[in-house]
């Protein structure tokens, strides 16, 4: 998982029958460096863009936590039987948005 900032929002006339209807933003990875210990989340982040799927609200401007991969499917997947895999083609999901965040200097 990443903390990343709600850059934008992604739309898509053609995608995979799965997607339809779910929400899709684009979202910025913050790195240790771009928070150089602030504690207040002011730092922007500097990384390339991530589109993600969006089943909690989230809106520009906010900071998200994403998850990947498998973690990320699971997420957005309704409630699955035992051992069923989830069958959404997504790699990018937010799991939180986020509230407030502290860095603590580790120097």
């Known amino acids: 998982m990443f903390l990343a900032k709600v ?7 053609v995608k995979w029958p799965e997607l339809s209807g779910m929400k899709l ?5 913050y790195s240790l460096a771009d928070l150089g210990g602030a ?4 730092a922007a982040p500097t990384h390339d863009g991530v589109v993600c799927a969006d089943v909690l609200g989230a809106g520009v401007g906010e900071d998200v936590v994403i998850a990947y991969g498998h973690a990320a499917r699971v997420a957005v997947s309704e409630l699955l039987p035992d051992g069923a895999k989830p069958s959404i083609p997504i790699d990018a ?3 939180a948005i986020v509230d407030r965040f502290a860095v603590t200097d580790q120097q």
């Open 7 to 13: 850059i934008g929002s992604v739309w898509s006339s």
């Open 25 to 29: 933003l684009l979202v910025r990875p």
């Open 39 to 42: 504690v207040t989340g002011d």
């Open 93 to 95: 999901a937010v799991v």
